[in-house]
């Protein structure tokens, strides 16, 4: 069970173009139904479109452009997102925002004043500062206590841990 992102924001960009462009096509319509001057000089504009060859410069930019949204469209369509949960087994699942929660949380060990934690699909990155001048040993503790953390979720798929330290001050 993977959950990928949704596409919210090209969905609601495209959405509101065809909206305004609905809204105006309507608004005209009105206009020329109660012979009010429309805001389109449709006259004007059906003349220009049909006085324009088909050879013309500006049709096949317009219809380049068209090709282009419609490709990029259709690419956010097909290409996954990223995943928002991590499969426990065939049926369940955790959210990945959950998961870095309590990993970050796991690594904050004795000696350690934060850490950064990134699940990815095989790896959970873990970058930890300390203000310790010696930091041998730290990456160790950290590593097991992030290992046994993700052993308690018992994720189908275990990422590889890795663990970075960084000191806040040099070593004297």
């Known amino acids: 069970m993977t959950r990928r992102s949704r ?9 509101l173009v065809l909206l305004a462009a609905s809204v105006l096509v309507a608004v005209t319509a009105v206009q020329l139904a109660l012979g009010e001057p429309p805001w389109l000089p449709y006259d004007s504009l059906i003349d220009r479109l049909h006085g324009t060859p088909w050879s013309a410069r500006e ?15 259709l690419l956010v369509a097909i290409v996954p997102g990223r995943p928002r949960t991590a499969a426990l087994d065939q049926h369940t699942a ?17 000696g350690v004043e934060s850490a950064a934690v990134k699940v990815r699909r095989r790896r959970v990155r873990t970058v930890v500062r300390t203000r310790r001048a010696v930091v041998d040993g730290l990456d160790d503790a950290v590593r097991s206590a992030v290992e046994s953390r993700v052993g308690e979720f018992a994720l189908a798929r275990p990422p590889q841990v890795v663990v970075r330290v960084k000191a806040l001050r040099s070593a004297q």
């Open 7 to 15: 596409r919210a924001l090209p969905a609601t960009l495209t959405a």
């Open 59 to 73: 049709v096949a930019v317009a219809g380049g452009v068209a090709a282009a949204i419609g490709l990029v469209l």
């Open 94 to 110: 955790v959210s990945v925002r959950g998961l870095r929660n309590a990993l970050r949380s796991a690594a904050v060990v004795d």
